[in-house]
């Protein structure tokens, strides 16, 4: 089993960036496929982006493609969301997974989640 941890959310203002951590603890962390979801209030929890094992490969939504970047140290355990250029529509609560494939973009793959962090972007 996994627990996953996040950290970093906060208010920005449009335009800003921050840095979301996500601490795991439990089994080895180099077997899962990691990935970031969002869910901002009244909507569906929608996919941001997946890492693979090693951190060689990685996937983004088009919504956040070349303003997020998600990467891993798996000495450390931890995994990152660098969100740059943030907007307003990017306001939601950050959830971290961990899935036994290698990789996903379907929250249904995700077998452990954390317990969310707040991003709020003003305009």
């Known amino acids: 089993q996994v627990q996953l941890v996040e950290s970093g959310g906060g208010l920005v203002q449009a335009g800003g960036s921050l840095r979301l951590s996500c601490a795991a603890s439990?089994?080895?962390?180099?077997?899962?496929?990691m990935g970031w979801f969002r869910q901002a209030p009244g909507k569906e929890r929608e996919f941001v982006a997946t890492?693979?094992?090693?951190?060689?490969?990685?996937s983004y939504a088009d919504s956040v493609k070349g303003r997020f970047t998600i990467s891993r140290d798996n000495a450390k355990n931890m995994e990152f969301l660098q969100m740059n250029s943030l907007k307003p529509e990017d306001t939601a609560v950050y959830y971290c997974?961990?899935?036994?494939?290698?990789?996903?973009?379907?929250?249904?793959?995700?077998?452990?989640w954390g317990q969310g962090t707040q991003v709020t972007v003003s305009s």
């Open positions: 439990g089994r080895t962390f180099s077997s899962y496929g």
């Open positions: 890492i693979n094992r090693s951190g060689g490969r990685t």
């Open positions: 997974a961990a899935t036994g494939l290698f990789w996903s973009g379907s929250a249904k793959s995700y077998d452990y």
